[in-house]
């Protein structure tokens, strides 16, 4: 309990996002060694850190404390039912290693670990450490809304990342483009969108076929 207050209050009193430079990595390293009171004075994230054994024991002291919901979803993976593994869907090496840490293996079980509110206040730790910063916070949103629109049939990881870019955050919210404007409207924002980072170009049928199936979907994240 005493340990869940520090973290509480960490969250007002720090997040500051890490600078470039070497003396910002020496920190980072030394920050496994102190004691999680001279962390919350060193104002320092803790997404670019490597794990310790203090955070692992800290972080399973505070989910023995919770009773988590566990679901298990139908999420399509890419490429014609091969698996997305964490490493290519994330595309972050220390996220990924922590995420395979707590047996977040795929966009399945990101989407399972980060579907609520309170799910992902400990997600976001489980990913970027005790103390992440206010812009990993949003990083991990983007992964878990990214992880639900793979659910819809025909959706691969370039089109959940356009369509999160675009301002898409999930599959209900896909299912509202169901008239042939607003569909229109999403495909030139796709197809900006793309141009811009190098990715295939969704089709306006294809754009057609997701709203029409993610409108048989279930609500996920919340």
């Known amino acids: 309990m005493k340990t869940t207050k520090v973290l509480f209050s960490t969250l007002i009193a720090t997040s500051i996002l890490f600078s470039t430079g070497c003396s910002s990595n020496t920190n980072v390293q030394s920050l496994n060694t102190l004691p999680i009171e001279q962390k919350i004075s060193s104002n320092v994230s803790t997404e670019l850190a490597d794990m310790s054994e203090q955070e692992v024991k800290e972080m399973n002291q505070l989910l023995a404390n919770e009773n988590l919901d566990t679901k298990s979803f139908n999420v399509k993976e890419a490429n014609e039912g091969k698996d997305v593994s964490i490493d ?3 595309m972050n090496p220390k996220a990924a290693k922590r995420a395979k840490f707590w047996f977040i293996k795929n966009p399945n079980k990101l989407l399972d670990a980060g579907s609520s509110p309170r799910k992902r206040w400990f997600l976001e730790r489980k990913l970027g450490g005790l103390f992440p910063s206010e812009a990993f916070k949003v990083q991990v949103l983007f ?15 370039d089109d959940s990342f356009l369509l999160v870019m675009a301002g898409v955050t999930s599959t209900p919210h896909l299912a509202r483009f169901n008239n042939i404007i607003d569909q229109a409207a999403l495909k030139v924002q796709l197809t900006l969108l793309a ?28």
Request: hydrophobic share 50%; net charge negative.
């Open 143 to 157: 992964w878990v809304e990214r992880a639900d629109l793979l659910r819809v049939e025909k959706v691969t990881i």
């Open 88 to 90: 290519l869907f994330l």
């Open 195 to 222: 141009f811009q980072y190098g990715m295939p170009i969704p089709s306006l049928d294809e754009v057609k076929d997701w709203t029409q199936n993610a409108s048989r979907l279930a609500p996920v994240i919340y």
